[in-house]
C-alpha cells in the first residue's frame, strides 16, 4: 500500500499479553513491524510506532490466584520483561503503554458510553457457568469443556484446540470450572452485548477498502458472509475496565485491549508536550493512515469486532492490517506445555539479536508460516550473513584500508548506479506490498553484486601494476566502498546495530539510523578516512 507522502502514520503492534515470557512467536509481528516503521522513515515519512502490554483478562487473574499475588504483581512482571526484550531486539517504539492505565480506563469508558448512546449496546440474560464448589460465577477462562461445533476440549470463550471459533457465554458444553475442576452448572446472569450484526453491510463495505495482507482481508470477509452475532462485552470480574454503571461488571479484554492504541497515542502526545487534543488527528480527524500490525489468530478482533466500535463510536478506521503467518518449532504446533518453544531471552544471551531479526523475515513470507529450526538458523547465518554480506564487508574493507586508508577517488560507474537503483525500487516495493523477505533478498542481491563486481574487477592485481592500474584499482574501490554504503542503508531496518558497525567502519560520520533513501545515490566522499574493519558475523556450529 502505498502512503500518501503528505499523511500522518500510526503503525501499531499487536499488544503482547503479559502472562508469560516472550517467545520466537510473538517476535513474527514485533520484528517486521519495527523494520517497516525504519523504512517508511528513510522514505521521509513522519511516522510514530507504538504497542504496550495487553494486562486485563481473565489469564492473568488465574495466574495470580495461582502464585497467591495481586494481577498488578503479574502485570508488571511481565510488561517489563517485554520491554527489556524489545529494547534488546532493537524493536524501538515510541510508546510502549499498558492497558491498565488511567487514560486508557477512561477512553474505553468514554468509546462504551457512546456506543451505548447510539444505541449499538444492550443487556439480556444469559447462561453463565458457575461453580458451586467456588461459590461463584466463573469467566470465560475459568471454563473448560466440549466445543458445541466440532467436540473438541475447549475453553470458556474460544475452541482453541479444535475448529478456532469463538463462543459466547453459555455455548460450551459439559463445563467444569478449572479453578477446582468440579462440574459446573449454567446460571442466568445479566449481561450487556455489543451489536456487531448491525455492521455487517458497514464492514462488506470496508473491508472492500481495506489495505493490508490478503490473507487478513479474505478471512475477515469470509466472516462477514457468514451471519455475524453480537458479542457479550461483559465479564465476571474484578480486574479490568469497570462497565459504565456497573460495579459488579467488568468489560471484555477485547474491548478495552485495542482502545490501549488510542490511549497509548494520547499518552505519546502528551509525553511531547502536545496539545490535549492532538491525538484527535489520528483518531477523529482522519488525518492519519493507521496500519496495525497483527498475528493470523486475531484477524477477527482487528479487522471485523475493532473496525465496528470504532465505526459506533465514531472514531477513525485502520486503513490496513497486516497479518503474520504462525510459527512452528521444528515442524511441530508450538506449545509451551509440551516444551515446543524457543525463548527470546535465552535465544538472546546465546546470540546476536540482529541474525534472529534477519532470520524472521527471511525463512519464510511474511503471511506464510514459519517453521523455526536451529539448522535453518545456522545456515542463514553462515549461508547468507556470513558468505555474502560479511565477506562482501570484510574484503572490501580490507583491501580498502591497507592500501588506501581513506575513500580514493573515482567516478560512480553507471553499472553500479544502475545496480542500487534497482536495489532501491525493489526493496520499496516489496516494503509496500508487505513481503519483507522480498525486501531483504533484494538488499542481499545488491551485496551479491558487489561481491561478483569486485571478485571480477581484481583489485589485488591491479594495485601492483604501473600508475593507470592504480587508478583504475582506486575506482573500482571507490565502487565497492558505495555498494557496500548502499547496502548498510537498505539493511539498517533489519540488522540496526551491524549495519551501524559497517557504518562506523565506512568513515561515515552521519547517523546511519537517521539516513534516508535518497542517500543511497549520494557518491561516497572521497578522502574520507576509513577505520579499521572487524568481522560482522562468526560461522555457527
Not at 443487556?123 to 469443556?145: H, I, M, S, W
Not at 466472516?223 to 465476571?236: F, G, M, S, Y
Not at 575513500?407 to 516494503?431: F, L, N, Q, S, Y
Request: charged content about 25%.
Amino acid at each position: 500500500m502505498k502512503i500518501p507522502q503528505d499523511k500522518l502514520v500510526l503503525v501499531t503492534s499487536a499488544l503482547p499479553y503479559v502472562n508469560g515470557e516472550c517467545h520466537i512467536g510473538h517476535l513474527r509481528t514485533y520484528v517486521p513491524a519495527d523494520i517497516y516503521v525504519r523504512m517508511l522513515r528513510k522514505m521521509g515519512y513522519k511516522v510514530i510506532f507504538i504497542s504496550g502490554s495487553d494486562t486485563h483478562g481473565t489469564p492473568i487473574v488465574l495466574s495470580a490466584e495461582a502464585e497467591g499475588v495481586t494481577p498488578e504483581v503479574v502485570v508488571e512482571r511481565y510488561h517489563e520483561h517485554f520491554k527489556r526484550i524489545f529494547k534488546a531486539l532493537n524493536v524501538n517504539f515510541d510508546y510502549y503503554g499498558r492497558t491498565d492505565s488511567v487514560s486508557n480506563h477512561k477512553r474505553t469508558e468514554e468509546i462504551v458510553e457512546n456506543l451505548i448512546a447510539g444505541g449499538y449496546v444492550y443487556k439480556k440474560k444469559t447462561k453463565q457457568a458457575y461453580c458451586n464448589t467456588c461459590g461463584r460465577f466463573l469467566p470465560d477462562r475459568y471454563v473448560e469443556g466440549r466445543c458445541p461445533y466440532c467436540g473438541a476440549i475447549a475453553r470458556g470463550d474460544e475452541c482453541d484446540q479444535g475448529c478456532g471459533k469463538h463462543l459466547e457465554p453459555g455455548e460450551i458444553e459439559e463445563p467444569r470450572c478449572k479453578i477446582c475442576g468440579s462440574a459446573a452448572v449454567f446460571k442466568e446472569q445479566e449481561h450487556f452485548f455489543f451489536k456487531l450484526s448491525a455492521f455487517a453491510e458497514f464492514l462488506a463495505s470496508y473491508l472492500d477498502t481495506l489495505g493490508g495482507t490478503l490473507n487478513a482481508r479474505n478471512y475477515a470477509k469470509e466472516w462477514v458472509k457468514r451471519e455475524l452475532r453480537d458479542w457479550c462485552i461483559t465479564r465476571n470480574l474484578e480486574w479490568g475496565v469497570k462497565f459504565p454503571g456497573r460495579d459488579d461488571l467488568v468489560v471484555y479484554v477485547w474491548v478495552d485491549a485495542p482502545i490501549g492504541y488510542i490511549s497509548f497515542t494520547e499518552e505519546l502526545l502528551r509525553e511531547r508536550g502536545e496539545k490535549g487534543d492532538a491525538w484527535a488527528r489520528y483518531w477523529k480527524d482522519n488525518e492519519a493512515t493507521i496500519i496495525h500490525f497483527i498475528g493470523t489468530d486475531i484477524i477477527y478482533h482487528h479487522c471485523i469486532f475493532w473496525p465496528a466500535m470504532l465505526k459506533g463510536a465514531g472514531y477513525s478506521l485502520p486503513s490496513a492490517v497486516i497479518a503474520s503467518g504462525m510459527v512452528k518449532i521444528n515442524g511441530k504446533t508450538f506449545s509451551k506445555s509440551r516444551g515446543n518453544v524457543v525463548w527470546a531471552a535465552e535465544f538472546l544471551e546465546r546470540f546476536h539479536p540482529d541474525t534472529l531479526r534477519y532470520y524472521i523475515v527471511t525463512q519464510s513470507s511474511h503471511t506464510k508460516e514459519l517453521d523455526f529450526s536451529w539448522d535453518s538458523f545456522f545456515m542463514r547465518v553462515n549461508n547468507e550473513l556470513v558468505a555474502i554480506l560479511g565477506n562482501l564487508a570484510y574484503r572490501v574493507l580490507t583491501f580498502a584500508y591497507k592500501n588506501f586508508g581513506a575513500v580514493p577517488g573515482g567516478e560512480i560507474e553507471e553499472e553500479v548506479k544502475a545496480a542500487i537503483e534497482t536495489a532501491r525500487d525493489d526493496v520499496i516495493r516489496a516494503m509496500e506490498d508487505y513481503e519483507f523477505k522480498k525486501l531483504v533478498d533484494a538488499a542481499m542481491g545488491l551485496a551479491d553484486f558487489g561481491n561478483s563486481y569486485f571478485q571480477r574487477e581484481e583489485p589485488w592485481h591491479l594495485i601492483k601494476g604501473g600508475e593507470s592500474d592504480r587508478r583504475r584499482c582506486a575506482t573500482i574501490i571507490k565502487n565497492a566502498l558505495q555498494i557496500m554504503k548502499s547496502v548498510c542503508i537498505l539493511l539498517e531496518p533489519v540488522m540496526p546495530e551491524k549495519m551501524a558497525e559497517v557504518w562506523y567502519q565506512l568513515g561515515m560520520k552521519t547517523d546511519i539510523h537517521e539516513t534516508k533513501l535518497e542517500e543511497l545515490m549520494s557518491p561516497i566522499e572521497e578522502g574520507q578516512k576509513l577505520n579499521k574493519p572487524k568481522m560482522l558475523f562468526q560461522r555457527l556450529n
